[in-house]
């Protein structure tokens, strides 16, 4: 039977592959942030993982359920088979969540265009009514052996399966927390939490099998109705947590990060109207920003990106921003570079990549004018320049990290006038180069002598 499930679900160890070059982030206000930027989709590397979670959380929990079923029978415990209903339980709720993750891998369509991540709050649904039905079985059968008395036999069986159970639990409760947190899917959590609940009432049998062995035998079914109030406990937690997924609820902490990191973009001067939803174990956000009236069409493109960048190096489990720019009646323009004399700035110019994401700029500063780098993601270690196309032939400016300033990279000269040109953006990073060709071009009405 075992082998049979095992070839059902189709074991094969997820692609490894999305350990690529990344960065940790950090913050002091909000806490330690972290995470790595890999090469592949993370919706997808995510998920695959979270189906391994799943699948072997399945077959560490069907192995001790079936241990457990085979004293079940030659002893008579209800403690016993309270607690092999409730593992066979959990065993049974690895399926809903497993075809949940194999429903989020698939793309959006035409029909479901935010994709199927729903699916994980169906599954949630599912688990808690599959738990309810073994609260209910488990609450007749220990009621109807206060009721009607019947004698325990191989008490020492017994207690070595409740040992068996919580050894089983725990296991499953380490693996399935510990993935949960990896790829933010509070389902995986929650129930990584009631396993290890369930290891604690299972050690709990063997409390009921010493007190039968004292010379008290009501002490079984008495330790069966104590795991049957545990039991309708995790039905209600977890009911909870489920519905306030289903209702779009996010934790009020999430949101404050959320416009926190977008208020980290310079020319931002307010966030309005953050509204974010899960969908699965993905999280998608919705904000309108106030820039400086004047901005143009340009400059409010590059800075949408470079809140959309922010926004993801600040939350992990972000899949997508949406980011309206809207004007700040009265204000100017004063956060974008403004040169004085004979220059204007070009608008700011979004790079982004498998392994970078920031804006380009040219900026005044005390030591004149340079090209700097704002980058949310960048691989550490990696070595940036700007090469610019003059009919004089290639200007080549590296772009070196600013100290005590993460994720900023400045040019040690000026940029060479006029200050519309083609150029390209080199990333490298080990023997890996990437190329990002892009152009400059001055506002209209600007002129050289």
Do not use: C
């Not at 799943?54 to 002893?75: D, N, P």
Request: charged content about 20%; glycine content about 10%.
């Amino acid at each position: 039977m075992l082998r049979a499930a095992l070839v059902w679900l189709g074991f094969a160890q997820p692609d490894k592959s999305n350990s690529g070059a990344g960065h940790g982030h950090g913050h002091s206000e909000t806490g330690e942030h972290g995470h790595t930027h890999g090469v592949i989709d993370p919706t997808i590397a995510t998920t695959a993982r979270g189906i391994w979670a799943i699948k072997w959380s399945f077959v560490v929990l069907a192995i001790t359920a079936v241990l457990q079923l085979g004293v079940v029978f030659v002893s008579g415990s209800v403690a016993l088979l309270a607690d092999t209903i409730h593992n066979v339980g959990d065993a049974v709720t690895a399926i809903p969540l497993w075809i949940a993750f194999q429903l989020v891998r698939r793309k959006p369509s035409a029909r479901f265009t935010y994709g199927l991540g729903k699916a994980e709050d169906l599954a949630g649904v599912t688990i808690v009514a599959i738990i309810l039905v073994s609260a209910i079985v488990v609450l007749y059968e220990a009621v109807d052996r206060l009721l009607h008395p019947q004698a325990i036999s191989m008490l020492g069986a017994v207690a070595v399966a409740g040992f068996i159970g919580f050894i089983g639990n725990e296991v499953v409760a380490v693996y399935r927390i510990r993935v949960g947190r990896e790829i933010e899917s509070a389902a995986l959590i929650a129930d990584g939490y009631h396993a290890r609940t369930d290891g604690f009432t299972s050690l709990a049998v063997v409390l009921g099998a010493a007190g039968v062995w004292l010379g008290y035998p009501l002490a079984d079914p008495i330790v069966g109705l104590l795991i049957t109030l545990t039991i309708f406990g995790i039905v209600w937690q977890s009911a909870k947590a489920v519905l306030t997924r289903m209702l779009d609820g996010v934790e009020p902490a999430m949101i404050d990060e959320i416009r926190h990191a977008a208020e980290h973009v310079g020319a931002v001067k307010e966030v309005r109207n953050v509204r974010a939803r899960w969908l699965g174990h993905r999280l998608t956000t919705e904000m309108d920003v106030a820039v400086a009236n004047g901005t143009t069409v340009e400059e409010a493109d590059a800075i949408s990106a470079e809140v959309e960048a922010m926004v993801a190096d600040h939350v992990p489990a972000l899949a997508s921003a949406h980011v309206r720019v809207r004007a700040l009646e009265g204000a100017t323009p004063s956060s974008l570079p403004i040169h004085g004399g004979h220059h204007h700035a070009p608008a700011p110019i979004a790079i982004k990549g498998a392994r970078i994401d920031g804006v380009l700029e040219i900026v005044d500063t005390p030591d004149g004018e340079r090209m700097r780098l704002t980058a949310a993601r960048l691989p550490d270690g990696a070595r940036v320049s700007v090469v610019i196309a003059r009919p004089e032939g290639d200007e080549t400016l590296p772009l070196v990290a600013r100290e005590g300033e993460s994720g900023i990279l400045m040019s040690v000269s000026a940029p060479a006038e006029p200050h519309e040109f083609n150029a390209r953006l080199i990333l490298n990073v080990g023997d890996h180069e990437d190329d990002f060709p892009f152009r400059m071009v001055e506002p209209i009405g600007h002129a050289h002598a």
